[in-house]
């Protein structure tokens, strides 16, 4: 199972991007997909996550300004971040969740940075 993920990128504080992330491989269907982040000197922690059947749980810090969705083929999700701020800087990683193993795989990561 691959994950590819693309959108991260520099923007100034208060803007707006778009992550992508696909999940591909033989009979892989998801049951969940998120996002992650990691700043420099932290820990990896949960951003967004949703489920194949569109249920949503978001990290505190994030409600209200990013939004996961479903795409379409299956196993597509994305990540719409807006009112970005600078502690949002970190890299991305996608991740799915298996629906017939529940094993989690992971992205390559993406980095998102917001400085001015």
């Known amino acids: 199972v691959q994950l590819q993920a693309s959108g991260g990128g520099l923007v100034q504080p208060g803007g707006s991007l778009r992550l992508s992330c696909a999940a591909s491989?033989?009979?892989?269907?998801?049951?969940?997909m998120g996002w992650y982040r990691q700043a420099p000197g932290k820990q990896r922690e949960l951003v967004a996550t949703?489920?194949?059947?569109?249920?949503?749980n978001y990290a505190d810090s994030v409600k209200g300004r990013f939004t996961i969705s479903n795409g379409n083929p299956k196993n597509v999700v994305f990540l719409q971040m807006s009112s970005l701020k600078p502690e949002d800087t970190a890299v991305y990683y996608c991740?799915?969740?298996?629906?017939?193993?529940?094993?989690?795989?992971w992205g390559q990561g993406t980095q998102v940075t917001v400085s001015s």
């Open positions: 991740n799915a969740v298996g629906a017939v193993s529940n094993r989690d795989y």
């Open positions: 491989g033989p009979f892989f269907s998801a049951k969940a």
């Open positions: 949703i489920t194949s059947g569109g249920s949503t």
